[in-house]
């Protein structure tokens, strides 16, 4: 269970940065919020991957 844990925890830090990233070097406000609607959808199919590692 550990090393699952890990492995979710790399890929939250993975597309945070990506996320991160894209937000930080976007001078465009529409782009940016492109960036920051994948960044939602991110998060939402974590929540169902975290639930799964809970099982």
Request: charged fraction near 10%; charge should be positive; avoid cysteine.
């Amino acid at each position: 269970m550990s090393r699952k844990m890990f492995w979710l925890t790399a890929y939250i830090l993975t597309g945070l940065g990506m996320v991160g990233q894209g937000v930080i070097n976007n001078g465009a406000s529409f782009e940016t919020g492109i960036v920051l609607i994948i960044g939602l959808f991110y998060f939402i199919s974590l929540n169902a991957h975290f639930k799964e590692l809970k099982n």
